[in-house]
């Protein structure tokens, strides 16, 4: 019990001593894995010939957030820059057959 | 009944073998490149769309889908507001370069009456060549920078070029090389193909909504499209190449658009235009 007391003495102590940058810079972490990710997952769609506008502007908006210093912001930014990309792949991955039911004959 | 059973799962197999070789032929016929009878299904699902409207009125895009727009048009056509792009590239295509040779020396018939038969496939290059990238490519070979694909001067010179091709019947050649086939087949693909955030196709608008309102716009048919260009566009204040029409396009329905000139648009342009044979070149055109 004792033991346990020291310890919360000490987390708060870090707390105080300006450890939350720390915890902050967990979530720089997050951000720039999310941001890598919605990259990689663009780049897909530019090899497909099939990126959207709106995957370009949310990471820009992920982007500036970041520079902002606002990191879930950033973050949820990047993630749904991701999802918007993959989507894109998934539409230009389906279209390659799918066209052809458009098609005038 | 081992015997007998061995028999069935072999006759069993055989049927099975035959039946797939008898449906690969029809897989293949259905799968063929036939650029013909393409273009004459396209046309007669515009003909059968639009009764009332003259086939050689489809060039005239949202002003054959509408009565008011179209009387809207003959009275704007009296000061076409194209005109000063029109008097703009006649003065550029007579100029001569610093080297003293002109655009006529790169076209045939000196570029008077051409347009009809562009874009074509040149079998040297195994690529599809648009108006637009023969008058940049002129400019280069003599020496002179080429210009933006999008608007300007490229827009004058095509509205010149254009001008002075009016009424002539869209030409456009499919040479018997199977390069000139897929960059056909790859052109159709890309008009077909649902892309941007909108999950829209060139056909989205233009094949399936010619005549309706998106906005305050009205679609304008496929048929006949590509006949009309270079055009004013009342939006965007100024003339516009079709290349500048591709790639607006892309960025309506929130797509990221290629670069001008890049194969997809080469291509696309080539099938819309093949598609569109026997219409008369009416550029440069006037859109609201």
Request: with cysteine; glycine share 6%.
């Amino acid at each position: 019990m004792r033991n346990l007391m020291q310890k919360s003495a000490l987390v708060l102590s870090l707390f105080a001593a300006g450890a939350v940058p720390a915890l902050a810079a967990g979530s720089e972490d997050e951000f720039k894995a999310a941001y890598a990710a919605a990259e990689a997952a663009n780049k897909e769609a530019g090899k497909l010939r099939n990126q959207w506008t709106t995957t370009a502007n949310t990471l820009a908006a992920a982007k500036k957030a970041a520079d902002a210093g606002d990191f879930d912001k950033a973050t949820a930014s990047a993630k749904e820059a991701e999802a918007l990309a993959k989507a894109s792949i998934f539409q230009a991955t389906s279209e390659k057959t799918r066209w052809k039911d458009l098609e005038v004959r | 009944m081992k015997l007998r059973s061995a028999i069935f799962l072999a006759s069993a197999t055989i049927a099975l073998a035959a039946l797939t070789l008898a449906g690969a032929p029809l897989l293949a016929a259905d799968d063929k490149i036939d650029p013909v009878a393409d273009a004459k299904a396209f046309q007669k699902f515009f003909r059968d769309k639009f009764p009332k409207v003259k086939f050689e009125d489809f060039v005239n895009g949202p002003y054959s889908m509408n009565e008011d727009l179209y009387r809207q048009w003959q009275e704007k056509e009296q000061f076409p507001p194209y005109e000063f792009s029109l008097e703009m590239g006649k003065e550029m295509f007579s100029k001569p370069f610093k080297n003293g040779k002109t655009y006529a020396d790169c076209f045939p018939n000196g570029g008077i009456g051409i347009r009809q038969n562009y874009p074509y496939f040149d079998e040297k290059e195994g690529k599809v060549i648009t108006l637009e990238l023969a008058l940049n490519r002129c400019r280069e070979a003599n020496g002179e920078p080429p210009y933006s694909y999008v608007k300007d001067e490229m827009a004058a010179l095509t509205a010149y070029m254009a001008f002075t091709s009016r009424g002539k019947p869209m030409d456009i050649k499919i040479p018997n090389d199977p390069r000139a086939l897929a960059a056909y087949e790859n052109g159709k693909e890309y008009f077909y193909t649902r892309r941007g955030q909108l999950n829209f196709s060139c056909a989205t608008c233009h094949v399936q909504s010619p005549g309706e309102r998106i906005r305050a716009e009205v679609l304008a048919p496929a048929l006949g499209i590509v006949n009309a260009m270079p055009i004013y566009r009342s939006e965007w204040s100024g003339m516009g190449t079709t290349s500048r029409r591709f790639t607006t396009c892309n960025s309506q329905i929130r797509a990221v658009p290629l670069s001008p000139q890049d194969d997809e648009y080469r291509n696309v342009e080539y099938y819309l235009s093949y598609v569109s044979n026997g219409l008369p070149i009416s550029g440069p055109g006037a859109r609201p």
